[in-house]
């Protein structure tokens, strides 16, 4: 069974509550440390209960050099930090390190506040406390994705976030990453990740487990962090070892580009257009390559060479969609969705 099941039905279901190991957060948020010095700090997707945003940022606060901790919590969600009382009101906690001068959160340096309204990021009350942040952290809902990027971007705000790799080819996110203006961060780039999920959260997919507490889990495939911190791997270059042959990189019929099945494969002395895997922005250096545009039915780049009718071949309408179409003789081969991109220096 897939994977990613349990990620279709949350969208599905509009359930969206995925609760990020507190491990994936330490890996990936080392890489960015000289950034949060001095700086407000905003969870906005998080029930502290439950939330490793929280912890970590809350733990490490005096490490960090942070100014302060703003995390808010969605309607329903436990208002005591250390029982499971359903509180009728949504909550959002602001912490400003420990005033006994300790390294461990104290209880009473928590401040605790109720939300007139329900806690969605989306409403004014939550809008003022994203002016007051630097930088946003968190595990947004994954079926309100586009929404959530797009009220980052308004407000100017820095972040770090978590979300499909397939957000990528939404035509409101990769705009902002031709533009660089939003790229991976480093510490994830292949196989999948584990999320808890609430009691309630119906269990479907195969790679699924319950913890000897009761906590339920599951496993997502392609598991990205967003973000606009600048880090070092990302103006690390992707060595390149591989020549150019017709044979192992046929030209598309439909787009003036060469096809590309693997990033590590990209040829080094190719300097023309080429079409790669969405992966490819796990390795991607701006120094090195620029993107020109995405394969899609739309053609918003203005790329596409060809569009092909009823005479060209039956699936004609396929033909047109997401990828670059390879001929080989009178058949055509369409790829998957393609990023194009083009070498700006030589290795």
């Not at 990936?28 to 912890?55: A, I, M, Q, W």
Request: net charge negative; charged share 30%.
């Amino acid at each position: 069974m897939s994977q990613n099941k349990d990620l279709r039905e949350a969208k599905r279901q509009k359930s969206d509550e995925f609760y990020t190991q507190l491990s994936d957060i330490e890996s990936e948020l080392r890489h960015y440390t000289e950034h949060f010095r001095g700086k407000v700090v905003y969870c906005n997707c998080d029930d502290p209960r439950v939330s490793n945003f929280f912890h970590y940022f809350s733990y490490n606060f005096e490490r960090l050099g942070l100014k302060k901790l703003i995390t808010a919590c969605y309607r329903n969600q436990d208002r005591d930090l250390y029982t499971r009382h359903d509180s009728e009101r949504a909550i959002w906690l602001e912490y400003k390190g420990n005033t006994k001068g300790g390294r461990v959160p104290d209880v009473g340096d928590i401040g605790i506040r109720e939300f007139d309204g329900d806690g969605d990021f989306r409403s004014e009350e939550c809008i003022e406390l994203l002016k007051q942040a630097d930088i946003v952290v968190t595990n947004p809902p994954f079926s309100l994705f586009r929404q959530y990027v797009a009220q980052l971007m308004e407000h100017g705000k820095t972040f770090l976030i978590i979300g499909n790799v397939n957000a990528i080819t939404y035509k409101e996110i990769f705009p902002l990453i031709k533009d660089n203006r939003i790229w991976f961060g480093p510490s994830i780039t292949s196989g999948d990740r584990e999320f808890g999920v609430p009691d309630h959260y119906p269990l479907t997919a195969a790679t699924h487990r319950i913890d000897e507490n009761g906590n339920k889990f599951v496993r997502v495939k392609g598991i990205r962090w967003f973000t606009n911190l600048d880090h070092e791997k990302r103006h690390e270059d992707l060595i390149l070892y591989k020549r150019y042959s017709t044979e192992e990189y046929p030209a598309y019929d439909n787009y003036d580009a060469i096809n590309v099945d693997k990033t590590a494969e990209i040829p080094m002395d190719w300097d023309g257009a080429m079409g790669v895997p969405i992966t490819f922005l796990d390795k991607y250096n701006p120094e090195q390559f620029e993107v020109l545009g995405i394969t899609d039915r739309d053609d918003r780049y203005g790329l596409k060479t060809k569009r092909y009718t009823i005479a060209d071949a039956p699936n004609y309408n396929d033909l047109n969609g997401e990828g670059g179409v390879i001929s080989e003789g009178q058949n055509y081969k369409r790829t998957y969705r393609r990023i194009l991109v083009r070498r700006v220096r030589p290795q």
